[in-house]
């Protein structure tokens, strides 16, 4: 099957549900301390796939108490590096990336991640993340605890996949060869458990990546295979962090649980000061003052809002940290009040995470 037709209807019909505008060219030219405490081991030696032992056999009761005899054991034992690790309730990481990224008319960022369990997270991003340093690992945390997986694939079809990554050498010989305008870039990378390496699977769009290497071409037929083996209706995940949001100390207890709209600046600020909300008036009027709309909910702790979630363009949450932030005195014996810049709200279509009505407040 050709690869990049491929890839390309994937992506953008089943796996990340978008299409990229597209002008073609027609011109397109183990360990190795192996000693341990265990009583009478006197030496042990790893050698390939075997340990030898030598213990010494002490005299017991019936016989004389000074005797020894040395005895020799050969014990297989695999000493050979592990592969992917099992994942945990606790960790959970990403193995594989599958993205989609242009830049043409506007900024576009698609993006599938396959987690060590089998756990296939779909969802498109803003840039504020996706460029940030670990910002995938990020958005991970975000997607576990705020939505549910698109798709579960088979461990061992992972663990397939990442052995034959891993082995691609670091230094593989491979082409960029131009292809295409304003098609962006589809890329798929495997990251390297033990040393955080990224790498790079298969890259199309407007440059595809060529190799003549056997074990990267092997690498992209069995990526390709674990792709066509995700299927099924999913939910469109927008996921949006760090951007267009400020957090505000409330003191009192009637507020928890509101989820409003604001349609003006002066109107948040207004409900704001008539309700005891601490917002930060300067830093509020930086972010909101030419706002068409603003969103504001009031938690039931001290966590500041990290962004939002919207699900299938109906769902919008506003999300709670999930990470550590700075102590602020402010704060104390009080709760977080979220409030999220959002120019695309409609009245009537967006509810909360509870199923009620984003309401525009009067």
């Known amino acids: 099957m050709n690869r990049k037709r491929f890839i390309s209807g994937l992506l953008a019909a089943a796996v990340l549900m978008g299409a990229a505008a597209c002008d073609r060219n027609a011109g397109r030219d183990l360990p190795t301390d192996t000693s341990d405490d265990i009583a009478g ?24 108490a000074d005797a020894t005899d040395a005895v020799t054991v050969d014990i297989d034992i695999d000493v050979t590096t592990a592969g992917l690790p099992a994942p945990t309730a606790e960790y959970d990481p ?11 008319w506007g900024y576009d960022s698609r993006c599938m991640l396959v987690t060590a369990g089998g756990e296939v997270y779909v969802f498109s991003d803003s840039p504020v993340v996706s460029m940030m340093h670990n910002g995938r690992d990020i958005e991970l945390e975000y997607l576990k605890e705020y939505s549910e997986p698109a798709w579960l694939l088979d461990r061992e079809d992972i663990e397939e996949l990442y052995d034959v990554c891993c082995e691609v050498a670091p230094d593989v010989e491979t082409d960029k060869v131009h292809v295409a305008y304003d098609c962006g870039e589809y890329r798929f990378t495997c990251i390297e458990q033990e040393t955080g390496r990224e790498i790079t699977v298969f890259v199309d769009g407007d440059y595809t990546m060529e190799t ?69 008036a300067d830093a509020a009027r930086e972010q909101f003052e030419e706002a068409s709309y603003i969103m504001l909910q009031v938690f039931d702790t001290d966590q500041r809002l ?17 990470e550590a932030f700075e102590y602020d005195p402010a704060y104390d ?30």
């Open 41 to 64: 081991v006197e030496d042990t030696a790893a050698t390939d796939g075997t340990i030898k032992v030598t213990l010494a056999e002490t005299g017991s009761a019936e016989t004389d």
């Open 94 to 104: 990403i193995v594989f990336m599958y993205t989609y990224t242009n830049m043409a």
């Open 212 to 280: 003549d290497d056997p074990t990267l071409k092997k690498a992209q037929e069995l990526s390709e295979k674990l792709l066509s083996s995700i299927g099924g209706p999913r939910k469109d995940i927008k996921l949006n962090l760090y951007s267009h949001c400020i957090s505000a100390p409330y003191g009192g207890t009637e507020l928890i649980g509101t989820h409003l709209v604001f349609d003006s600046f002066e109107k948040l600020t207004k409900y704001c000061e008539e309700n005891g909300i601490e917002l930060d």
């Open 306 to 322: 990290s962004g939002a979630l919207i699900t299938d363009d109906e769902v919008l949450q506003l999300l709670p940290s999930l």
């Open 333 to 362: 014996g009080k709760v977080g009040v979220g409030m999220w810049r959002f120019e695309g709200f409609e009245e009537g279509r967006y509810v909360d995470e509870n199923g009620d009505p984003w309401v525009v407040a009067e």
